[in-house]
């Protein structure tokens, strides 16, 4: 066998508007593919490491090979072939063929090419004919009919982050509920509560972590808000808005359809214009990843604290050791998994502003930067939801407390002079509070012995458990 023929079996030839190139034999996409390949080495992050952003593009490109069918711009047969192949997409089918690095230029056009490619060479197949035929379907002309990158791609992404969302949200609640679990389990376990990490006023644990429920509930609700801005797309407008080269109608039943078939109540958008550039969606919804990443980061640095220690710190609760904490220390256990966590909130407020400056970069009647922001979302979706799962299965579900420790505490903190004000006064409460820490002396005894208060008194009202709520004085 020569040389020429292995090459051929290796490869076809395929050319676009700058020539020629090699594709891999078996590859479905196509030279705008390679290029793309050939282009972007960047991220290491490629397509068909977000398979939900495959099955968005499949989605999109089946809805529109439906509407166009409807309106007569598509051949019912090719587009029967489209829409078997977007399914076979679907379902898991030619992922490997989206090896396209995220991080691009030319507003996505790559991507959106890619998809065109794959789907379109394996319709080929369905047609009953071999990759690389194009006179049987073709990638721009009947793939991307009535489509411009600028509707298709957005779309996709904003699908995508929907379906991604779906999953964080689920990692969110199950972290939820392990939190409530421990407020449960911890309800009657009294402890200090601190304020600028001062002796404040007792609490119990159960408090705390139903507080840090609590906390991250509100961000179910918050991120659900910013969701819903997804929902508007551009399908129809093409290259800027104006809807050139789409057949009347075709925007409503594109819409239409890619609504029915995810079962998602996508809306055309009432300006595909001022759409077809607007990326506020994306900075909204960022923001509420960010805001979730804010308050999860201060509970990671909560539960640094109170396991602090484990004889040296505050001892409070006792994390699951998940690794020896030193190369030199014997004996270190670090809380590695709050760390991370930490460090996983942190990346995602960065990308928070990445896309921040992304979408003011826009120009005039397209932001050409999506790529950056679709790679920035994606990032902080996956990444906060694998750092929640990991911080409810490796952290809180194990945690446990020190109780008498923290009930040894309660009774020596001055903190506990807060409870005699309404009784004593505040003044007064002061100078007790002031000489226990200069002698050392308990505040029970100092107040005895300036006959403030009797003994039965003070036992009723220092009681940590009285101190948890409205004192019975002003009930």
């Not at 972590?209 to 609590?214: D, E, G, H, V």
């Not at 990671?300 to 006792?318: F, K, Q, V, Y």
Request: hydrophobic share 40%; net charge negative.
């Amino acid at each position: 066998m020569n040389k020429e023929m292995t090459k051929e079996k290796k490869y076809r030839v395929e050319s676009d508007l700058l020539g020629e190139l090699n594709v891999p034999i078996d590859a479905y996409y196509g030279v705008q593919t390679q290029r793309g390949i050939n282009n972007y080495r960047i991220s290491c992050m490629k397509m068909y490491d977000f398979p939900d952003f495959i099955v968005s593009f499949a989605f999109v490109k089946k809805a529109a090979a439906m509407a166009n069918a409807e309106v007569g711009a598509l051949d019912p047969h090719i587009s029967e072939a489209i829409c078997q192949a977007c399914d076979e997409i679907i379902g898991g089918a030619l992922w490997k063929n989206f090896p396209i690095d995220l991080m691009q230029g030319g507003a996505g056009t790559s991507v959106n090419m890619n998809a065109n490619e794959v789907i379109a060479n394996r319709a080929i197949e369905i047609l009953g004919h071999e990759k690389g035929e194009y006179q049987y379907c073709m990638p721009n002309d009947h793939v991307n009919c009535g489509q411009s990158t600028n509707d298709a791609y957005p779309t996709a992404i904003r699908y995508a982050v929907i379906r991604m969302n779906k999953k964080l949200v689920v990692s969110l609640e199950r972290l939820i509920t392990s939190f409530r679990n421990k407020a449960e389990e911890f309800k009657d376990a009294i402890k200090m509560g601190r304020t600028q990490l001062q002796d404040a006023v007792p609490m119990t644990s159960g408090q705390e972590f139903a507080a840090f429920a609590n906390n991250l509930e509100e961000e179910v609700l918050n991120i659900a808000r910013n969701e819903v801005l997804l929902h508007e797309i551009n399908m129809g407008g093409t290259a800027i808005g104006t809807g050139l080269n789409a057949a009347p109608g075709y925007a409503d039943l594109c819409t239409a359809h890619l609504s029915e078939i995810t079962h998602e109540k996508f809306e055309k958008a009432s300006d595909m214009i001022e759409a077809t550039p607007d990326t506020g969606a994306y900075v909204s919804y960022s923001a509420a990843l960010k805001r979730l990443a804010v308050k999860l980061s201060k509970i990671c640095n909560d539960l640094r604290l109170m396991a602090s220690g484990p004889r040296c710190g505050l001892a409070e609760i006792n994390l699951p050791p998940m690794a020896p904490g030193s190369s030199i220390m014997p004996g270190k256990v670090n809380p590695v998994i709050p760390e991370v966590t930490n460090q996983v909130c942190f990346k995602v407020i960065g990308n928070d502003t990445t896309i921040s400056f992304a979408a003011e970069a826009g120009q005039l009647q397209l932001n050409v930067m999506e790529p950056v922001i679709t790679e920035c979302l994606f990032e902080s979706i996956t990444w906060l939801s694998h750092a929640m799962d990991t911080l409810r299965e490796k952290c809180v579900d194990g945690i446990t407390i020190n109780a008498e420790h923290n009930l040894e505490m309660v009774r020596h903190s001055i903190g506990i002079v807060t409870a005699l004000n309404p009784y004593i006064g505040y003044k007064n409460s002061t100078k007790i509070a002031k000489e226990a820490l200069a002698t050392g002396k308990s505040l029970v005894d100092i107040v005895l012995e300036k006959q403030l208060l009797s003994k039965e008194q003070l036992d009723e009202i220092l009681d940590p458990k009285a101190m948890l709520q409205v004192h019975k004085k002003f009930k």
